[in-house]
């Protein structure tokens, strides 16, 4: 059993489904097998993605009924501020309604085309923003040698930068942006040396440093059990000294606030703050509520104070290590080490013998619905393939990933437990399964809408 537990009781409960296995073959075939196209009412354990999928504290939930809905500066608004600046030291703080309208308000301000966005790893969403403004990202993950596994995996590769700020394209560079945790990279933390030097950089070249900090408590937690020379801070005194290194930030609160809708941008530059606010006017709302319900903010105060409790964030890493090595054990290739908000699956792996184009992680995901209504994410060929120019077999992803998100204070290790039982039945049958053909797909983000068919033979071979 887990040498953790979950620091919460359960006061308002919500029914799981099971649906038969008859049901779930039949859903899959209406959706084109496509998981995102299944409803949630046929799904029992949903580990889709931790964005917004939050369960309320009692203290949130009564904070929701003092909610003040005045149009112009709100109570919310003020307790809202008051909690931000008070974590972050930010003093312009601006809500929003999630992290990519933070993302297109703030990178609109700062980039234009021809710049360049410099980043750990830009998440999906801020990488096109950035395109959208006519900018370039650049992406400069610290590397990571074969067979290795670093505790700071999300570094920014310092060298890089420094040849790149110091290079003919250094003066193109608009800003720089530490994800933390780094999410398009395995969830994986940035330590405060590296935001340090990335600071030190930054100042000798003039160049702003942005946090993206939508996971900025479990950086602060992973700081502080990985790196001996923090050991003594807290969560809260390690986010700080983050955001300290920082001349502003944005954030998507459905992660970190631990509420269902959400975001902010917060800075020190009051003319930079004032450009965003008239952006904010435009397309989100009043800068004091920013496409939020008063209660929303109330909601999210509450949240960015209860998630940095260390009880929690001990809660969120240990279940995560605890879920990964279940996993291991029921013979599943784990990506290591594992952060906090998912645990992923190496499907190119488990499934060699399908290759990238017949898409080996959707087969995977596809098999978990089947087996016991399991729901994940694929992260291969279907979300990052690109399809041949030249009309052949689609062009690989970097790797074939199956992500276990993590919802926040919603699965017992019970239900993980569950999850990672039926993984293993999964993988017990791996040369039984088959892979997928794209039928029908549209847009660059074809995994939301496509439609797929299985391959060789009926789909009774998937049963
Ligand atoms: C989720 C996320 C975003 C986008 O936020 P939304 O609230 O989904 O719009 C941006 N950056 C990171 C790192 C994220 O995880």
Redesign the pocket.
Known sequence: MPSFMEPFRIKAVEPIPFPTPGERREALEAAGYNLFRVPARLITIDLL????TSAMSAAQWSALVSGDESYAGARSFERFERVVTELTGFGEVLPV???????RILLHGLLRPGRLCVANTH????RASVLATGAEAVDLPVPVPAGTVLPFGGNIDLTALEHLLSGPDGGRVACVVL??????NGGQPVSLENAAQTRRLCRRHGVPLLL?A??FAENAYLVGTRSPAHAGATPRELARAMFDLADGC??????DGVAN???LIALRDPELARRCADQLIETEGFPTYGGLAGRDLDALAQGLLEVTDPAYLRYRAESAGWFAERLERAGLPVVRPAGC?AVYVDAGRLLGHIPPHELPATAFAIELYLAGAVRVTELGTLVFGRPDPAGGPDLPAPSELVRFALPRRVYTSNHLEYAAEVAGEVAAKVSAIRGYRITEQTGALRQFAATLAPLGGTESGHS
């Open positions: 993605t931790d964005s917004g309604h999630q992290g990519r309208a933070a993302e998440f999906d969403s801020t994800t933390v945790t780094n999410n398009a993206d939508s996971r944005w954030a998507s609160l459905k992660k809708i959400g975001g908000h």
